[in-house]
Nanobody, 115 residues
Framework: QVQLVESGGGLVQPGGSLRLSCAAS????????MGWYRQAPGSQRELVAA???????NYADSVKGRFTASRDNAKNTVYLQMNSLKPEDTAFYYC?????????WGQGTQVTVSS
């Protein structure tokens, strides 16, 4: 079992920045990768960013160059730095942890980009 606690969402103006955090606890040594999905009203959930236990990252095309995923292994925490935010980034963001054969989800956090 893995527990994930997210923080860092909120309201920001277009062009602004936010940083999401996702702290993992429990069976953390079995985690292969972590990352974020997001879901806007009326849309499917989409992968935003992922980071492996080795630190490799991949991003959705829509966020490349603006979002950066990183990890602090000492704190068992991954981060999503979101810069140059756009209104279309508005969504509920969910952190996940991928283990062999199972995936765990955080509670989610709302990101709203609006003037």
């Amino acid at each position: 079992q893995v527990q994930l606690v997210e923080s860092g969402g909120g309201l920001v103006q277009p062009g602004g920045s936010l940083r999401l955090s996702c702290a993992a606890s429990g069976n953390i040594y079995s985690i292969n990768s972590m990352g974020w999905y997001r879901q806007a009203p009326g849309s499917q959930r989409e992968l935003v960013a992922a980071i492996t236990s080795g630190g490799s990252t991949n991003y959705a095309d829509s966020v490349k160059g603006r979002f950066t995923a990183s990890r602090d292994n000492a704190k068992n925490t991954v981060y999503l730095q979101m810069n140059s935010l756009k209104p279309e980034d508005t969504a509920f963001y969910y952190c996940y942890a991928q283990l062999l054969g199972s995936r765990y989800w955080g509670q989610g956090t709302q990101v709203t980009v609006s003037s």
